[in-house]
């Protein structure tokens, strides 16, 4: 009598089938104005469908053609201080003389949606985040899936270059951005990775290593 003995090999159970990231991480990122972070951060969340743009709020006005939702949600004085008031805010600050923030609402739907989100703020913001991290729960996804990355110009001078190459900016605003820059990159060693935008392929490919060194892939 034959035996078939595959019949007594148990079926091995099926992998998870969509390709979520089991744990999605919070992806800051900060580069002084001007560093190329919202050109690299742009084509990353273009070339991956799982990894979402958190929009955050500010009082600027719109430049070029930003759209509101699509690039900033852009509040009034009043609405900005009602958000801060009713503890909206995962973090906010003032930048260049503009209150910016990042609705928690917003990293928290993606992440639970799945994605991996990526917050272009400030140095301030990214500060006041790491701070609050301990005294979250351990389970919650910001705790778990926080990562910070600090992009770099090559140099003062290039760096003024793209800031008037850009063309969205008058003279007065470039000057400031050029001043609050030397500060920014003193915070630079206060980033888990640190990237040079001098050849753009070169830092893109760089940016998504970082990524794939903190998921742990
Ligand atoms: P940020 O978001 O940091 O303010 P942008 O992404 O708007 O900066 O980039 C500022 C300018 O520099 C843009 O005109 C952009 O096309 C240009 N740029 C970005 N990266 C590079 C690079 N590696 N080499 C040359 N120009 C760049
Ligand atoms: P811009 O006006 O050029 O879009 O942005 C100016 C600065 O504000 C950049 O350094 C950018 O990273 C920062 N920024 C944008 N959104 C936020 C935010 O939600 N919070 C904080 N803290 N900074 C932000």
Do not use: W
């Amino acid at each position: 009598m034959e035996s078939n003995d595959n019949e007594l090999i148990e079926e091995p159970p099926a992998p998870p089938c969509p390709p979520c990231p089991s744990r999605p991480l919070m992806i800051v990122v900060s580069a002084p104005s001007g560093a190329g972070k919202s050109t690299l951060c742009n084509r990353l969340v273009a070339e991956f469908p799982r990894i979402a743009y958190s929009v955050s709020c500010t009082t600027r006005a719109p430049r070029g053609d930003e759209q509101d939702g699509e690039h900033y949600f852009f509040l009034s004085k009043k609405e900005f201080k009602e958000r801060i008031k009713n503890g909206e805010f995962l973090e906010h600050a003032k930048v260049h003389g503009n209150f910016y923030g990042t609705l928690e609402d917003t990293v928290l739907y993606a992440m639970e949606g799945g994605s991996h989100v990526v917050l272009d703020i400030d140095v301030q913001g990214a500060g006041q985040i790491r701070k609050s991290l301990a005294r979250l729960d351990p389970r919650n996804p910001i705790r778990r899936g926080f990562t910070d990355i600090f992009i770099s110009p090559p140099s003062r001078e290039e760096l003024e270059k793209r800031l008037r190459g850009r063309g969205t900016d008058g003279d007065d605003v470039i000057r400031k951005r050029l001043a609050a820059a030397a500060e920014e990159m003193k915070r630079a060693k206060e980033y888990s990775f640190q990237i040079v935008n001098d050849d753009l392929e070169t830092a893109y490919a760089e940016l998504k290593m970082s990524i794939l060194a903190a998921s742990g892939a």
